[in-house]
Structure formats: C-alpha cells, structure tokens
C-alpha cells in the first residue's frame, strides 16, 4: 500500500515538472520570438485614440519622431530645401551639406505635365500638388505665374468653398442631416447675409436633395444647417482632425492652415459655408482631398522615397504612415458620392464635359470640390480652387490646384485640373525613364 502511495506521488510528480517544463519552453520561445521582431524593426500599429489625444498636447511633427522613429535620422535635420532640388537623369534629388543624398517621389512625367499645364495661361499665379492616393508619396509638385515672388505654394490661402467639404463631414460624423431630405433656399450665391439664415416659404424657389448640396457648393443649405446643428466647439474638434494649426507632417516647410471660429452662430454659419477667415496650402488641399480618398484615414505625405550616404548605403525608406482616422468609412463612402456630384452636374461639370477628339478623362469617374472666393480689399484678388481625385473607386491619384486671379485676367482650377488629370491617366505609368546623359539641371517652378 505504501509503496503504491509513493508510485502515484512520484507519477503526479513528474507530470507537474513536465508541464512546468513545457511552460518554460514555451515562454522562451515566445521571449525569443519577440525579441527577434523588435530587432527586425516589426511595425508599429498606431492606436488613433491615443494619437487623437496626443495631438491636443504636442505638435505632430514631435509625435512622429517619438512614434515612426525613422531609423535613428531626426527630420528636423533631414529637411528638404525645394529650392535646391536637382534633376539627373529623369531623377529628382537633394543633397544634404553633410553629404547624404535624398531621392525624392517626385516624378519627370508628373512635372512636365504640371509645368505644361500651368503655363497656359500667363496668370498673376498658380500652385499644383499631385499625390499618390494610396502612399501618400507626392508626385508632382509645382508653381507658376506672374507673381511668383509674391506668392509660394507653401503659403495658405482663403480655402473657400473647399472647406465646405469639412463642413459636410462634420455634419455627416455627428449625425445631423437627413442626406436624402430636400431643402428650399434663395439667393446666397456670391454672398450671405442674416436673412440667408431663415426659411422663408415666400422666397425658397430653389431646391436642392441635402445630398446635391456639396457638389453645387449650395451656400445657402451649407450656412443654414451649420446655423442650426453646429457650434464653435464642434466645428472646432473636426477642423483639428484634419490638421489645422498644426504642421503639416512633411519634409520640407509648410505654413500651417488656420481658421478663425466664430462665436456667434450667425458668423459661424458664413465660416461653414466657406466666406470665413479660413486658409490653407495647396498641399493641405491635396491632405484634405486625400483623407475622403482614404476613407477617412490621414496618411502622412511625404516628398522622400529614401536617403542615403556617400556610399550609396540606404539610410531611411519611406513606408506608408497612417497618421490617425479621421471620420469612419461609412462618412468618407457617402463625402466620396457628394464630391463626384461636383463633377457630374455641380460646379465642375461644364468643364470636365468637354471633349476633345482625344480624351482620356471620359471614362474616369472623378470626385472633387470646387471653390472660389474674392479679395476686394485694395486690389481685386480671386482665389480659385479645385482638389479631388480619381478614379472614385480606386483612388490612385490625389489632386490639388489653385490659381490666384486678378481683375484682368483669370482661369479656372478645375480647368488646369482636368487637363492635368487627362494628362496623368494618358501617360499611364509613373515609371522613371532614366535619360542617356547625366546632366543635371535645377528644378524650374518649385520656389
């Protein structure tokens, strides 16, 4: 009996030292498995409530060194001058002064088609911003114009009606609208005013499905649903969303997009409507543009594919970089359908119906936001936008066009656009064509 005890004691024992020992194993493998992951550089998943929280305490800029850590290499000090970029051999290039070398997204194909286009017409100045939808890797950019010492695309200018699009979103993320109701307005067409404001069964000739109203820049249902659903605090939460007041997260300067929030709601409703002091850079049309592209993620942009040293060693490549999500998939599918309405019959429509014996934009399906507004304090001053992308279910390419007008002589964004977007899907490939000489010569346009 006793020694039939002890068998079973020291049976039980050995199981509990086996699995103790599988235990172990298993730990070890484990421990083995992540430390090898975080050698390798395993990506990092970004936690968007965390990152939406942090963004109210530090800039973006000191959150994505601290959070991508880009190889070891500070952007503050691997910024790129534009003004110093270089092509050779159908490549676009900065040098560092410490000897490092930066190949740049930007592409031969990409700015002969924005220099052609922009120069069209011999306008006091223009600003182009092509991006790859999906990367966020910035194609093209470029500027032109007769004021070039005046104005840089890395200004902010009055956003207008372009900021209609924010306006919407909002409306659409606290659910406040009925997209399918239709709402009878008048006038509002170049200004508003408080009588605007007020439903007036009398005068309300005009109708409109709230879904139509972005695509025809409706003033009037923009201003009276802002005016009755939204406040400064509200509108304030979703413009910080898109990057407002804080730098834009790319390698070169960038001044930061503003707005001034009204208290009043009567001012805010004008603000919402797009007559507000709001302002933004070509490059932030393009982000914007691209966040209803990414159905609602903000994808960092970036102007550097890799840098290396003096050995041609690779230093640091660029990935795609999800910065936070914006607004759910559900609001971006519905702002995607708003902003191809623009196209198919808003404020866009009688230029992108054009067609010439070859055109290559016809079967594309494109969705943008137009927007126009004028300066009439001391010279007239009219700043023209457009900012979209294409195709709508498959976005490849972000696009963002301003052009500064004068009381003499004007062009449309959306023209230069759709020209740039037909040039864009005619070329067809973003391939670099490397050329037989290794001459250099400085990039033209970018100031």
């Known amino acids: 009996m006793r020694d039939s005890i002890i068998k079973i004691v020291r049976r039980q024992t050995d199981i509990n030292k086996r699995i103790f020992r599988l235990y172990l194993t298993l730990v070890s493998i484990a421990i083995t498995v992540f430390f090898i992951w975080g050698l390798t550089g395993g990506k990092k998943e970004i936690n968007y409530d965390r990152v939406i929280k942090d963004y109210q305490k530090q800039d973006i800029r000191e959150y994505l060194e601290s959070a991508d850590g880009i190889c070891g290499l500070d952007i503050n ?45 011999r306008i006091p100045f223009s600003a182009a911003v092509v991006m790859e939808a999906p990367t966020g890797r910035i194609l093209g950019m470029y500027e032109d114009g007769e004021l070039k010492n005046k104005y840089s695309m890395n200004m902010t200018f009055k956003a207008a009606s372009v900021f209609k699009i924010i306006t919407m979103e909002t409306l659409l993320s606290e659910k406040k609208i009925d997209t399918n109701a239709t709402m009878c307005y008048f006038g509002g067409k170049r200004r508003l005013t408080r009588r605007h404001l007020i439903e007036n069964p009398g005068k309300d000739n005009r109708c409109l499905i709230v879904d139509r109203a972005l695509g025809h820049s409706a003033n009037v249902i923009f201003a009276r649903l802002a005016y009755k659903y939204l406040d400064r605090e509200i509108l304030s939460n979703h413009t910080s969303l898109f990057g407002f007041f804080e730098s834009i997260p790319v390698e070169f300067e960038v001044e930061k997009s503003r707005i001034e929030i009204p208290d009043s709601r009567e001012e805010l409703a004008y603000t919402a409507a797009g007559f507000g002091e709001t302002y933004i850079s070509p490059l ?141 899907f005619k070329t067809n490939s973003l391939v670099v064509k490397k050329s037989p000489s290794s001459h250099r010569k400085r990039l033209l346009g970018i100031k």
């Not at 110093?84 to 002969?112: H, S, W």
């Open 284 to 424: 932030h049309g393009a982000i914007i543009s691209s966040i209803v592209a990414n159905d609602g993620i903000y994808v960092k942009p970036t102007i550097i594919d890799r840098i290396e040293d003096e050995n041609e060693n690779v230093l640091y490549e660029s990935s795609k970089g999800e910065i936070r999500e914006v607004f759910t998939r559900q609001v971006a599918a519905s702002l995607k359908e708003m902003m191809r309405y623009t196209v198919t019959e808003g404020t866009a429509h009688k230029f992108f119906a054009r067609r010439r014996p070859v055109d290559f934009i016809k079967d594309i399906k494109v969705a943008g936001k137009t927007g126009s507004i004028a300066d009439r304090n001391g010279s007239y001053t009219e700043y023209n936008w457009f900012v979209g992308f294409a195709p709508l279910d498959d976005p490849k390419y972000v696009i963002s066009v301003l052009t500064v007008n004068s009381e003499d002589i004007s062009a449309r964004a959306t023209l230069y656009a759709r020209y740039i977007l037909d040039d864009l």
């Open 77 to 121: 000090q691997y910024r790129i001058d534009l003004n110093q970029i270089y092509e050779e051999n159908g490549e676009y290039i900065y040098k560092y002064p410490d000897g490092k070398i930066a190949r740049l997204t930007l592409r031969k194909e990409v700015q002969d088609i924005l220099k052609k286009r922009l120069g069209m017409y």
